[in-house]
T-cell receptor, first 114, second 114 residues
């Protein structure tokens, strides 16, 4: 099993550019979520999905867009990148919202916005 | 709002010592608590998951305890090794409603000196 796969691993964007961070899981997990990790802040929830076609906002959703057309994929879109979005982004999945089995995390995407 | 605190923020000990990492949380309405390990530039690796009804979980040299009523968890590492050097994160999954997802502490950066 590949688990949770994130691409790309590194990305540099110019302010105002848009891009999509990819996340795919092969464990048939219903729950998927995106976190950002910033120095001194810990990981914070951006958006999450409880199943295909269902998404909702987390703690820091502004500037990001998500959709969930399949169980396997949960892309995160930056609509117009800003320097404040420089961060490490992690995708996570769980079979049932983490209640019984916890969450599995991807290896992250390190994004720099200049 | 749930808050998770980890003490100490950093710890450096000689190889072979037993050590304890601390995690506290403000709202005891949780499903579980999960300990992760993060190596520099890498993703999160799940170490132990403790359900709210459990008191402790063990995996090899690691033992995690949970006192939900006092809002505390500890991660005990026995006979530490240089390979244990990493950042250790604890996260809780709230059962009180609101956004689905984990609330993280800021981590303990651990260095094991050879």
């Amino acid at each position: 099993n590949a688990g949770v796969t994130q691409t790309p691993k590194f990305q540099v964007l110019k302010t105002g550019q848009s891009m999509t961070l990819q996340c795919a899981q092969d464990m048939n997990h219903e729950y998927m979520s995106w976190y950002r990790q910033d120095p001194g802040m810990g990981l914070r929830l951006i958006h999450y999905s409880v199943g295909a076609g269902i998404t909702d906002q987390g703690e820091v959703p502004n500037g990001y867009n998500v959709s969930r057309s399949t169980t396997e994929d949960f892309p995160l879109r930056l609509l117009s990148a800003a320097p404040s979005q420089t961060s490490v982004y992690f995708c996570a999945s769980s079979p049932e919202g983490g209640i019984s089995y916890g969450y599995t995390f991807g290896s992250g995407t390190r994004l720099t916005v200049v | 709002k749930q808050e998770v605190t980890q003490i100490p923020a950093a710890l450096s000990v000689p190889e072979g010592e037993n050590l304890v990492l601390n995690c506290s949380f403000t709202d005891s309405a949780i499903y579980n608590l999960q300990w992760f390990r993060q190596d520099p530039g890498k993703g999160l690796t799940s170490l132990l998951l403790i359900q709210s009804s459990q008191r402790e979980q063990t995996s090899g040299r690691l033992n995690a305890s949970l006192d939900k009523s006092s809002g505390r968890s500890t991660l005990y590492i026995a006979a530490s090794q240089p390979g244990d050097s990493a950042t250790y994160l604890c996260a809780v999954l709230d059962s009180g409603g609101g956004a689905d997802g984990l609330t993280f502490g800021k981590g303990t950066h651990l260095i094991i000196q050879p």
